[in-house]
């Protein structure tokens, strides 16, 4: 069975620096994957996503990350972190359950994001 | 993208009664899901909801303790049934946004006293 592993429960940088959130997944097939954010209180909001094609994949707020496949690993980065991202971060993987195009998400267990000023 | 309305955005209810929570869509779209968020945990899903058939409940879920209802290619329905203590999660709806990723509701967060 699918499964996604965030190794870090919980990340602190202080603003201005850079942020590397890991995430690793276990699936048979080539999987579709996913960062979503998940501010206090709020709903999922998704960063940037990967179906196919050039593994760096460029998201929403200056978020990027890196499908590796040989390493199973989607890494999500950002070069300097703002205050405005403190945050659960949430990865995911597409896994596909009809065989065609539709497919449903599992998701990692989340990495919190604190950010000191 | 897609634009989920989703309510209530929170309860509080005792335990023994039901909650229905409704997620409205501002486009057709074929599957709906609903996913549990317990306190603190990532998110499991509960079921999709195809319109026009039964919904199809993952591991660990049933029917009769999460009724949904999928009356149309806008519109559903989750139900916590009998609702106890563990009940107590933040329960969003989600919709596959013409290929584009997953789309999620604000939420509705249920605390069962």
């Known amino acids: 069975a699918q499964s996604v592993t965030q190794p870090d429960i919980h990340i602190t940088v202080s603003e201005g620096a850079s942020l590397e959130l890991r995430c690793n997944y276990s699936?048979?097939?080539?999987?579709?994957l996913f960062w979503y954010v998940q501010s206090p209180g709020q709903g999922l909001q998704l960063l940037l996503k990967?179906?196919?094609?050039?593994?760096l994949v460029q998201g929403i707020k200056g978020f990027e990350a890196e499908f590796k496949r040989s390493q199973s690993s989607f890494n999500l980065r950002k070069p300097s972190v703002h205050w405005s991202d403190a945050a659960e971060y949430f990865c995911?993987?597409?896994?596909?359950?009809?065989?065609?195009?539709?497919?449903?998400?599992?998701f990692g267990k989340g990495t919190l994001l604190t950010v000191n000023p | 993208s897609a634009v989920i309305s989703q309510k209530p955005s929170r309860d509080i209810c005792q335990r023994g009664t039901s909650l229905t929570i409704q997620c409205q869509v501002d486009?057709?779209?074929?599957?709906m899901f609903w996913y549990r968020q317990q306190p603190g945990q990532s998110l499991t899903l509960i079921a999709t909801?195809?319109?026009?058939?039964?919904?199809?409940?993952e591991s660990g879920f049933v029917i009769d303790k999460f009724p949904i209802s999928r009356p149309n290619l806008t519109f559903s329905t989750l139900t916590v049934s009998n609702m106890s203590p563990e009940d107590s999660s933040i329960y969003l709806c989600?919709?596959?946004?013409?290929?584009?990723?997953?789309?999620f509701g604000s939420g509705t967060r249920l605390t069962v006293v």
């Open positions: 995911a993987v597409g896994v596909d359950y009809s065989g065609g195009s539709n497919y449903k998400l599992t």
């Open positions: 990967y179906f196919s094609g050039d593994t």
């Open positions: 989600s919709v596959d946004d013409r290929g584009n990723g997953y789309t």
């Open positions: 699936y048979g097939a080539t999987p579709y």
């Open positions: 909801a195809n319109q026009g058939s039964e919904a199809t409940y």
């Open positions: 486009s057709q779209v074929t599957m």
